[in-house]
């Protein structure tokens, strides 16, 4: 489904503290924003606590700057017997512009885990 007409899992704005020294905004908070976006819906998904166990085929595409709005949208890859994996995709509109570009992508893998942080079965 296109982006617009769905809302995203989390959409926030950078901040100058989040600039590496080029300016532009530093790849591991775009990758930790990826990973709560993508902690929410596995969490959902395995109707409990889920934890990272992989990041795959991770792309940056184009910079992300300060004032930029940062929307992550999320779907479901695949479920398997303890795993879930989720292809998030961010996007920004930039300061002045509404246009929507596609900046970051990759898909993040979790697992379902108990109480005790063993793995457990997805429910299907």
């Known amino acids: 489904m296109p982006t617009e007409f769905r809302d995203p899992v989390i959409r926030t704005a950078p ?5 590496n020294s080029n300016g532009d905004i530093f790849g591991g908070w775009v ?3 990826m990973d709560i976006a993508g902690g929410i819906m596995a969490a959902r998904r395995v109707k409990g606590r889920a934890v990272t166990v992989a990041v ?6 184009q910079p992300i700057k300060v004032g930029d709005i940062v929307s992550i949208y999320g779907d479901i890859e695949r479920v398997g017997r303890t795993s879930v994996a989720v292809k998030l995709t961010t996007i920004v509109a930039r300061k002045l512009d509404s246009e929507e570009i596609k900046v970051t992508e990759g898909t993040y893998v979790f697992v379902a885990i108990d109480d005790e942080g063993r793995p457990r079965a997805i429910e299907p």
């Open 15 to 19: 901040q100058p503290s989040d600039c």
């Open 31 to 33: 990758l930790s924003q």
């Open 56 to 61: 795959e085929a991770m792309k940056f595409h």
